[in-house]
C-alpha cells in the first residue's frame, strides 16, 4: 500500500510515501527554520504561510522522487494533531483535497505517534511492545507502545520540552535557532563538568521530568558572569547543560525499562538526534535492544507520519471529510 503523507505541524513543510510503513519511496522537507531565525523562534501565521506556498511543489518532488504518479497512490494520511493549529490546519486541508480528487482513504495520524515510527522506516525488525522516549522542541513523554496503535504515557515533562530548553539556552549563548544541534555541536568541545547545574526530581510520578529549573539555572550562570564582566566557559556551559537534560531523560527511561517487562526500548524525535543521548541512552541499556532513527529521520518529516498512518488504517482508522486539526491531543 503507497501512502502520500504530510505533515505541517510546526515549520517543516514535508510529503512523503511510504510503501506498507516501512518503506520510504520518497520523503522531501522543507524547513522555514531560516526565516523564523529571524524572529528567534517559530512566527504561526508565517509557518502556515509558507505551508500553503509548498505544498503543491513538495507534494509534485515526492511523487517524483518517489517514481509513482497519482494513480499509483492508495491512501492520504496527514498530521491532525497537537501542533500550530494554523499551520495543522494547512496540512489537513491540503490532505482532504488531495484525498477528495484521488477518491482515496484519509488517515489522520498523531504527530508524536509518527516520531515513534520513524523507528520503524529504519529497523524492520521492530514491534511493539516496546518502552518509548520521544523528545523533541514541543513534546517530552515517556510511553509505554504496547501495540503500533495502542500506548500509554508514563511520564512526561511538567514544564519546557527538552529540545525547547536546548533552544532557549542555545538562543542566549548565540547559538541562533533552533540552537538543539548547534549545542550538541558545542557540547562536544567542552567538559560536562565544568558546571553543576541541577538534576530537579519532581514529586508524584518518578517517569515525569522538569527542565525550567535547570534552563533557569543555566541562564544564570550567563547573567551572573554577565554582571561580574566574567567570561564564560561557554562550551564548557553547553556541555554542562546537555549533559544535565541526557541525565535527566536517561535515568527516567531507565526506570521505565526496569519496572516494565519491555526488553525494547525506542528514542525518538528532534532530540533524539542529539550525539550524548544516543550515546548515553546506549551505555545505560547495553543489555538491552535500543533502536533509534537515523539522524535525518528525528525531526520533523513526512516519512514517518506516512509509516504510522499504514499501522492506523489497519487498526480501522479513517477520516472523512469533516477531519479537523487540533493544536493539543492526547496521544
Ligand atoms: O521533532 P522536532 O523536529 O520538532 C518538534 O516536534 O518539536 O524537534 C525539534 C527540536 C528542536 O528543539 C531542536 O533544537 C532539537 O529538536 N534538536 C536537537 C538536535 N537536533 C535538533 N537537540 C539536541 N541535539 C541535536 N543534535
Ligand atoms: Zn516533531
Known sequence: MNILAFETSCDETAVAVVRDGRHSLSSVVLSQTELHALYGGVVPELASRRHTEAMVMLTDQALTQAGLTRPDIDAVAVTHAPGLIGALLVGVGFAKGAAYALGKPLIPVHHIRGHIAA????????????????????HTLILHVSDYTEMTVLGSTRDDAAGEALDKV??????????????????????????????????GNPYDMSFSGLKTAALSVLNSARMKGETVDRAGLAASFVGAVCDILVSR???????????????????????????????????????MPTVSLCGDNAA???AQAYYEQLAGASADMSLNGYASCSV
Do not use: W
Open 119 to 138: 523507528n520503524y522506516l529504519c529497523h524492520p525488525e521492530l514491534k511493539p511492545p516496546f518502552i518509548a522516549l520521544v523528545a523533541s522542541g514541543g
Open 170 to 203: 542555545g538562543r542566549v549563548l548565540g547559538l541562533g535557532y533552533p540552537g538543539g544541534a548547534a549545542m550538541d555541536a558545542l557540547a562536544a568541545q567542552g567538559p560536562a563538568d565544568a558546571y553543576r547545574l541541577p538534576r530537579p526530581l519532581v514529586e
Open 253 to 291: 527511561t531507565v526506570l521505565a525499562m526496569e519496572q516494565s517487562d519491555c526488553e525494547t526500548c525506542v528514542l525518538a524525535g528532534g532530540v533524539a538526534a542529539n550525539t550524548r543521548l544516543r550515546r548515553e541512552l546506549a551505555q545505560a541499556l547495553s543489555s538491552r535492544a535500543l533502536f
Open 304 to 306: 514517518m507520519i506516512g
